[in-house]
């Protein structure tokens, strides 16, 4: 297994070495003429900040973000030295996989040509922060007390290397990371050790707000607080440990907290885990990394942010994004695709995030959010308790397995939002979206039911409505939109091609966006529209369109 993955799932480990990988568009923008030929994709870039200006106490240059269009991609890369990652830990860490160009990272091209495959010419792709970006992260803790290493496996082991002065992490992160040693080694915290299951730190996850109304806009990301979970190697509350726990909740709070000059920590949470096995999938991974059970130990229990027009609550348990800023880029642009009034279902929902953002902006009629992991009900609750919502709206949390029944959470929908993990879609939800398109055909013949099935009834009663009533079924709509948020560009490529190969879709629009710098990685978001319907209307003739 890769461990490294365990850490951190929506963030590739480092494969081949950065020399090979560059195959990039070449689009410098320093030396793109004023007027660039028609546009094969759009380019903007956000190089505002050095790497030396995301420590929290130095000045940031704030420009403008770039708007630059270039017909073609070149192969031929320049190392643009702008928008170098300048880490120290990049040999030895698995987090980086490339160092130069980060606003361009080396999968690029590849998106730019398989868009380009499949009709989408105007792909465009915001290049976002570059560096500090990551405001959430999950880190082995192991060595000594007086020594502890506190970071990312080296890839291929169970090596951790230490990162203190990270790039891609949040400035406050680093400084959190900084304290925490230093509580461990004042109150001779012993890390975890793998082999004998000793120890009292394992993991630490370390999450950034930026929300902080009292602050000017321009002064709060810089000034992000950190929600610290400290994953103790012991069962609960009740063990004689928690003393140890306690005091060092405690140490991060009187150093870090409220009263100090620098407010760094916004809250100290414990999760207990003792359980050593592994799973093979990505959300059991984040199982082994968190026992069950949690507790609120010092500062605020609600971890807000702003993100997509609204405030969101994020619990440490739930699925949060890493990079809040490129995840907020992109769901301002994902708004514009949905209609306003629109009956919107989100599928690998997690909190809520992206529905209720929807909900609120779009004023859609219906939201149901299905999510796997019960932990996220409580956020989406929080979020939702914030939001005015017209009366008629019906907004609702499920937890459900998408890949079970998933047609009866399509149905009744017009916009279907899927934002799986990095494996990808289901296969049983992509065979259920593909169907969509001969019901529709065949719509006039075929009334669709009203969900009468107990285990379905039963399913949906572990729901949380927030508004409004529950979105009846007496005459579904079928949707007429898909849209596909995808962090893993190999699933996303294949379920794409399935989609569009039985002609149930059409990709009509794709955005990237630099949501994992450095990486191997793209946020991907497309928008597909309800195909001709099946293989039946294809021409005979007419041969079909190689992808890339
Ligand atoms: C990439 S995250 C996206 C979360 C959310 N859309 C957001 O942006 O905050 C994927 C989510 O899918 C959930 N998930 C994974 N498999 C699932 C399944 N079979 N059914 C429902 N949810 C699932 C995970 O727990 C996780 O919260």
């Not at 992000?224 to 909740?249: C, H, I, M, P, Y």
């Not at 953002?357 to 939201?367: I, N, Q, W, Y």
């Not at 990486?519 to 021409?539: D, H, M, N, P, Y």
Request: hydrophobic share 35%; aromatic share 8%.
């Amino acid at each position: 297994m890769d461990i490294g993955k365990s850490i951190s799932p929506c963030f590739p480990p480092r494969a081949v070495q950065p020399q090979l990988k560059l195959m990039a568009a070449v689009v410098s923008f320093l030396s793109l003429p004023a007027r660039a030929p028609p546009p094969s994709f759009t380019f903007v870039t956000r190089c505002t900040a050095s790497p030396s200006a995301t420590t929290r106490f130095s000045q940031q240059t704030a420009s403008a973000p770039l708007l630059l269009t270039h017909e073609e991609p070149k192969t031929n890369p320049i190392k643009s030295s702008s928008c170098e990652l300048h880490c120290r830990h990049f040999e030895s860490c698995s987090g980086c996989t490339h160092e130069y160009n980060l606003h361009q990272p080396p999968i690029l091209d590849e998106a730019i040509r398989f868009f380009k495959s499949t009709g989408v010419s105007n792909f465009t792709f915001d290049t976002c922060r570059l560096w500090g970006w990551r405001c959430r992260a999950k880190l082995a803790v192991r060595g000594l007390s007086m020594k502890p290493l506190i970071g990312l496996y080296e890839e291929g082991t169970h090596n951790v290397v230490d990162i203190p002065e990270c790039k891609a992490h949040h400035p406050s992160m680093n400084a959190a990371v900084d304290l925490l040693k230093q509580g461990m080694a004042e109150l001779n915290i012993e890390p975890y050790d793998e082999d004998g299951g000793t120890g009292e730190l394992r993991y630490v996850q370390m999450a950034v707000t930026t929300y902080s109304t009292s602050l000017p806009a321009s002064e709060r990301y810089k000034n992000g607080k950190v929600q610290v979970t400290l994953v103790w190697n012991d069962r609960s509350e009740n063990s004689t440990s928690f003393a140890k726990l306690n005091a060092l909740a405690n140490y991060m709070w009187r150093k870090g907290g409220p009263r100090r000059e620098l407010h760094l920590i916004h809250s100290v949470w414990a999760n207990f885990q003792t359980s050593t096995s592994n799973y093979p999938n990505s959300l059991a991974l984040v199982q082994v990394i968190f026992g069950n059970r949690w507790r609120h130990l010092l500062g605020e229990s609600d971890f807000w942010e702003h993100v997509g027009g609204i405030d969101v609550s994020i619990a440490p348990s739930s699925f949060g994004q890493a990079n809040t800023r490129a995840f907020d880029s992109l769901l301002r642009k994902l708004q514009k695709y949905v209609p306003y009034g629109a009956s919107v279902v989100d599928l690998y929902a997690g909190a809520g995030v992206i529905g209720l953002s929807l909900a609120a902006t779009r004023k859609c009629r219906s939201v149901k959010c299905v999510e796997v992991n019960k932990e996220a009900k409580h956020s989406f609750e929080k979020t939702a308790s914030r939001l005015q919502i017209d009366e008629e709206s019906s907004i609702s949390w499920h937890q459900a397995d998408t890949s079970k029944e998933p047609h009866t959470w399509l149905l009744g929908s017009d916009v279907v939002v899927v934002d799986p993990p990095r494996k990808g879609l289901d296969p049983s939800l992509l065979g259920a979206l593909q169907s969509v398109a001969f019901m529709r055909r065949n719509s006039s013949e075929k009334k669709v039911k009203m969900e009468k099935r107990p285990w379905v009834l039963r399913e949906r009663e572990t729901s949380v409505q927030s508004n409004g009533q529950m979105a009846q079924d007496e005459a579904p709509s079928l949707p007429q939109t898909l849209i596909y948020i995808s962090c893993g560009w190999d699933s996303f490529k294949k379920d794409c091609k399935s989609l569009l190969s039985s002609r149930a879709w059409e990709l009509t629009k794709a955005h990237g966006f630099n949501f994992f710098p450095g990486t191997q990685s793209i946020e991907v978001l497309a928008v597909f529209k309800r195909g001709s319907g099946g293989k039946l209307k294809r021409k005979k003739s007419g041969k079909k369109k190689r992808l890339a």
